[in-house]
């Protein structure tokens, strides 16, 4: 009798200390027996009665995670009694390998949240750094063209020619044995210049006539042109600088050192008038030669297109007062 009530005994006490469900609180009943002091399970301990319940020091586990210790269990509660320790971190893990095959990379490591009631824990559960390849430190930068430059001037000034423009790789530049770019590195095209092709020069409008290079006798009349219209460009030829240049014949008729003369012109370049001469000795007769001379040797400059006359009037001999009449 006092075997099989020990044996009966024994029996309750493995199923109380011994059965996890017992201590997670998935049973409906606290039993009011007493565990054996040095008696312990992997999962809990047994403790002594206290006011007829048992505590129960482990705490539910979450999902095959850690345990965390509870206060002590209630009756017929069919869940355990929250943690007291909440919100914990777990210890951060090992930094993994840097991610990239060469060169600059990243490093990340994590940790756990500790708490099993759901409410979550403060911070990030993962956190990375930058990190280098420890033995391929940098990877092979194959090179890229930059944008085409603008296109140089034509290469002719005038006609056809060919426009060039130009690209460079260094974008980015080919570095750590990387492939050089492919393509070409110019280009080109047709182009037609007319703009600066040259122009020749050509004769203004002529000027006035100046004064006559004399203050008696015979003499000349100078006017001038521009080789303006238009002016030479581009490598064009210039206007002939001996045709922009007119003179004619004139005279002046007064006392030149002591002695009478008058004064007149000789129309030339393209002029209509009179060239007037001095005579010698015998008065109006030898004046009348001289400007007849004078109207022989004037040039038609303005049919002719030259600047300069090709003769002019003189008359030879002295002149005297008594020879002509002065107004």
Known sequence: MDSLFVASLLFFFAVVCLNPSLTTGRRTRVPKVKC???????????????????????????????????????????????CTTVE??????????????????????????????????PGGRSEKKKCVHPTIPNCAIHGGWSDWGNWTMCSETCGEGLQLRFR?????????????????????QDCMETEHCPIDGDWGEWGSWASCSVTCDIGWNYRKRKCDNPKPKYGGKPCNPEEGTGRRSCSVYKECDGESSGSGSGESSGSSGDASGSGSGSGEGSADEARDEGRDSDDDEGSAGSGEDKSENESSGNKTGSDFDFN
Do not use: H
């Not at 460079?168 to 080109?188: I, W, Y």
């Open 36 to 82: 054996f002091k040095a008696y312990k399970s992997d999962s809990n301990s047994c403790k002594k009665r206290m006011k007829g319940r048992y505590t129960f020091t482990d705490c539910c586990e979450k999902n095959g995670g850690v345990a965390y210790q509870v206060g002590k269990s209630k009756r017929g509660k069919r869940k355990c009694v929250p």
């Open 88 to 121: 914990n971190w777990s210890a951060w893990g090992e930094w993994t390998k840097c991610n990239s095959p060469c060169g600059p990379g990243v490093s990340r490591r994590v940790r756990k949240c500790l708490d099993i009631n759901d409410i979550g824990c």
């Open 168 to 188: 460079s790789c260094t974008n980015p530049k080919p570095q750590f044995g990387g492939r050089d770019c492919k393509g070409a590195r110019e280009d080109k």
